[in-house]
């Protein structure tokens, strides 16, 4: 069974730093692209970032690039998150999610973690 | 960016219904349209991928349909279970983009 289990978030205040970790189990997890996606607090879904299963190829929403970096520890099975320079509007639940085919960064995501919060505030 | 429009936002429908949910974009692409479910405090489940093919374990009320610029997400005889957000998404290319949901009430 396909699990995704994220954490690290909680609360921080502007300008500070956060790193989110996702870990995976129960698949082959370099064979799978990864991406983040958030949710602000009674809003829709966000795209954030993207990293193929290899970590050759990443790609990042225009709201997040140069202030977040998306890695993976294949070695681990774990997914990972830099936040810096964070600001009150990245406050969401970000779930981390797998792609549905191996192999293809543009692949629609059929698994998702239960998320975790981060809360910028002062 | 492929900007994704919902319509209606919320839907009020009784169980039994048929009720349909619209997703228009910004720009036309051919097939590479997602449809989730989403309680809250849950997240995101995949129904429908490549607009009209069913994820594997959802009931086959749901269906998915269009192509271009338009497209629709039916849910015929309504469950109890159904009551729930509906988000489209585009997944033709990067960045990925979402509708901003349809809640689907109990009337």
């Known amino acids: 069974e396909v699990q995704l289990l994220e954490s690290g978030g909680g609360l921080v205040q502007p300008g500070g730093s956060l790193r989110l970790s996702c870990a995976a189990s129960?698949?082959?997890?370099?064979?799978?692209?990864m991406h983040w996606v958030r949710q602000a607090p009674g809003k829709g879904l966000e795209w954030v970032s993207v990293i193929s299963g290899s970590g050759d190829k990443i790609k990042y929403a225009d709201s997040v690039k140069g202030r977040f970096t998306i890695s993976r520890d294949n070695s681990k099975n774990t997914l990972l998150l830099q936040m810096d320079s964070l600001r009150a509007e990245d406050t969401a639940v970000y779930f981390c999610?797998?792609?549905?085919?191996?192999?293809?960064?543009?692949?629609?995501?059929?698994?998702w973690g239960q998320g975790t919060l981060v809360t910028v505030s002062s | 960016d492929i900007q994704m429009t919902q319509s209606p936002s919320t839907l009020s429908a009784s169980v039994g219904d048929s009720v349909t949910i619209t997703c228009r974009a910004s720009?036309?692409?051919?097939?590479?349209l997602a449809w989730y479910q989403q309680k809250p405090g849950k997240a995101p489940k995949l129904l429908i991928y490549?607009?009209?093919s069913l994820e594997t374990g959802v009931p086959s009320r749901f269906s998915g349909s269009g192509s271009g610029t338009e497209f629709t997400l039916t849910i015929s005889s309504l469950q109890p279970d159904d009551f729930a957000t509906y988000f489209c998404?585009?997944?033709?290319?990067?960045?990925?983009?979402f509708g901003q949901g349809t809640k689907v009430e109990i009337k």
């Open positions: 490549k607009a009209s």
């Open positions: 998404q585009q997944y033709n290319n990067y960045p990925w983009t």
């Open positions: 999610a797998r792609a549905r085919a191996t192999n293809e960064v543009g692949s629609i995501v059929n698994n």
């Open positions: 129960g698949f082959t997890f370099s064979n799978y692209a």
């Open positions: 720009q036309s692409f051919s097939i590479w």
